[in-house]
């Protein structure tokens, strides 16, 4: 099932530069895409959403950008720390499915910040 | 801050035994969710509960999975005959109504041998 990737499983940036992580995804029906991060031995903790609606969502240091033409989805961390080195998982999920909204997930990507 | 807690965090069962992982959602929450995730692959959507039923199963949520909400807090993921392959990280989620995100528990650890 292909329906989300992310297609780097790893990136490394620099204390205070930006990260840039992406995602994918096939299915024109989602219409709901959310972030979250996780750590060893935790659960995913949720980060920051977009609906299909909108093309850009800011909280704080994380901006997600939405492309519906190119299905694409971008997760932005502004200035990166290094407690944010973490997995981030891209994950999207359609109304038209019904109420109960399940998510469909990427790989992940694991964040490294480099102090 | 309100969160989902799920117990316990490791269990080891021998294959072909029942196996019950419990969950408290945070308490306004209207809808549950199981997910499971397999040692190197993604986190897989099981199973979602609304209404004190389910509202959505996924093709892995056979007749040996079922769900069950036995009061006012727990939401409980029973394998009626465990299997090898079910050895995985199951997560427990819930969310408000409306567009509010899913909340995930830290997992249980379901070992099978």
């Known amino acids: 099932d292909q329906q989300v990737k992310q297609n780097s499983p790893s990136l490394s940036v620099q204390e205070g530069r930006i990260s840039i992580l992406n995602c994918d995804y096939t299915?024109?029906?989602?219409?709901?895409f959310l972030w979250y991060k996780k750590y060893p031995a935790e659960g995913p903790t949720f980060l920051i959403s977009i609906s299909s609606i909108k093309d850009k969502n800011e909280d704080g240091r994380f901006t997600v950008f939405l492309n519906k033409s190119a299905k694409h989805l971008s997760l932005h961390i502004v200035p990166s720390q290094p407690g944010d080195s973490a997995v981030y998982f891209c994950a999207a999920s359609s109304t038209f499915s019904g109420s109960a909204r399940q998510l469909t997930f990427g790989s992940g990507t694991q964040l490294t910040v480099l102090p | 801050e309100p969160e989902v807690t799920q117990t316990p965090s490791h269990q080891v069962t021998q294959m072909g035994q029942e196996v019950i992982l419990r969950c408290v959602p945070i308490s306004n929450h209207l809808y549950f969710y199981w997910y499971r995730q397999i040692l190197g692959q993604k986190v897989e959507f099981l199973v979602s509960?609304?209404?004190?039923?389910?509202?959505?199963k996924s093709e892995i949520f056979d007749d040996q999975f079922s769900v069950e909400r036995p009061d006012g807090s727990n939401f409980t993921l029973k394998i009626r005959s465990t299997k090898l392959e079910d050895s995985a990280m199951y997560f427990c989620?819930?969310?408000?109504?409306?567009?509010?995100?899913?909340?995930f528990g830290d997992g249980t650890r379901l070992s099978i041998l």
């Open positions: 989620a819930s969310r408000g109504t409306g567009g509010q995100p899913q909340h």
């Open positions: 509960f609304y209404n004190n039923e389910i509202s959505e």
């Open positions: 299915n024109s029906m989602f219409d709901y």
